[in-house]
């Protein structure tokens, strides 16, 4: 059974950093691009950040480059996304997703994806 189970979020001040985590069991991580994608309360599920399976390559929506970083640890089995300078418009449901990556890595759409995690609120106050 595949699982992919987030944690690391919570209620932060503007400002503030935060390191969200998304822990993978069931699949050959290694294998797996990864993804992190929000949803902000009234909006559509938004792309953040991937990053290929072996690490090497890493894509961000734009508005978001320089603040958050994904990173992966194949050996744990675990991708994370540093939020830095969060501002209260980053108030979301965080998601994590896995994309069984076969050949040369790109940004995927958010419906390539295979499986989801269940969600991890952020919540930043002004």
């Known amino acids: 059974q595949v699982q992919l189970v987030e944690s690391g979020g919570g209620l932060v001040q503007a400002g503030g950093s935060l390191r969200l985590s998304c822990a993978a069991s069931?699949?050959?991580?290694?294998?797996?691009?990864m993804g992190w994608f929000r949803q902000a309360p009234g909006k559509e599920r938004e792309f953040v950040a991937s990053?290929?399976?072996?690490?090497?390559?890493?894509y961000y929506t734009d508005s978001l480059k320089g603040r958050f970083t994904i990173s992966r640890d194949n050996a744990k089995n675990t991708v994370y996304l540093q939020m830095n300078s969060l501002k209260p418009e980053d108030t979301a449901v965080y998601y994590c997703a896995g994309k069984l990556e076969k050949t040369y890595s790109r940004r995927y759409a958010e419906g390539e994806y295979d499986y989801w995690g269940q969600g991890t609120q952020v919540t930043v106050s002004s």
């Open positions: 990053i290929s399976r072996s690490g090497g390559y890493r």
């Open positions: 069931g699949i050959t991580f290694s294998s797996y691009a």
